[in-house]
């Protein structure tokens, strides 16, 4: 919600095909996130990005991949190793390291293989 | 590691009553403790948080939440629910103890909240 504008809201891909959604921040915020949630498990971390130029893996990273060339903006690509992409994506930022800082999050994407 | 559960998938509470959300943990230090709530198709909103001090948190929308240490717990309450609640609930942990610069939030599964008129 707020400052962060995740686009498309919804997304259709086509198997084999790669797909990025779209992550912008205008809270000036340092940390970045993408969760992938599926009905009944939660929200999974896919990655995250601390700094510009760094990013980490998170719990379920293979199949998907990112950049951070900005602290603005922080895309998620899904390739087509990702078997079953379906999901709806959520983008979060946090404010600093603080460890005790909440996240915010973006609206979300909704992706479906097709 | 640090994780996270929320025993219930759903509850379901009449219009006026108290309502309660559970939520445990489990982390090597000390814990910081988040709920969020989300309506459909949308984004995580943040209700409140716990760091340190006083058990019982205050939120958003008159909800507040008390942290019981030797139950690892911190279980989401309300006094009076509404039919707006109606929303899914997310329990969040994050370890005090975590490797230098690391931050990720944990999540629990989400409970769904009903509110009957």
């Known amino acids: 919600d707020g400052g962060i504008t995740q686009s498309p809201k919804y997304l259709f891909r086509k198997e084999g095909q790669n797909v990025t959604l779209s992550c912008e921040q205008n809270?000036?915020?340092?940390?970045m996130y993408w969760y992938r949630q599926d009905p009944g498990q939660g929200l999974r971390l896919i990655y995250y990005?601390?700094?510009?130029?760094?990013?980490q893996k998170g719990d379920i990273a293979e199949g998907y991949s990112v950049s951070r060339e900005k602290k603005e903006s922080f895309p998620l690509t899904v390739t087509s190793a990702q078997k079953n992409p379906t999901a709806f994506y959520l983008c979060?930022?946090?404010?600093?390291?603080?460890?005790?800082?909440?996240?915010?999050f973006g609206q979300g994407t909704r992706l479906t293989v097709v | 590691a640090q994780s996270v559960a929320q025993p219930e998938d759903q509850v379901n509470v009449a219009e006026g009553n108290p309502l309660t959300v559970k939520c445990t943990y489990s982390?090597?230090?000390?814990?910081?403790l988040f709920w969020y709530v989300q309506y459909p198709n949308r984004g995580l909103q943040f209700l409140l948080k716990?760091?340190?001090?006083?058990?019982l948190v205050k939120g958003s929308y008159g909800f507040e939440a008390e942290f019981n240490k030797s139950q690892t717990s911190f279980h989401l309450k309300k006094p009076s629910a509404l039919v707006s609640d109606s929303a899914l609930y997310f329990c969040?942990?994050?370890?005090?103890?975590?490797?230098?610069?690391?931050?990720?939030?944990?999540f629990g599964k989400g409970t769904k909240l009903s509110v009957i008129p």
């Open positions: 979060a930022t946090v404010r600093d390291r603080g460890r005790g800082t909440e996240a915010f």
């Open positions: 809270l000036n915020h340092d940390a």
């Open positions: 990005s601390q700094i510009v130029n760094d990013f």
């Open positions: 982390v090597s230090g000390n814990p910081y």
């Open positions: 716990y760091i340190t001090g006083d058990n």
């Open positions: 969040a942990v994050r370890d005090t103890d975590s490797g230098a610069g690391s931050y990720q939030l944990t």
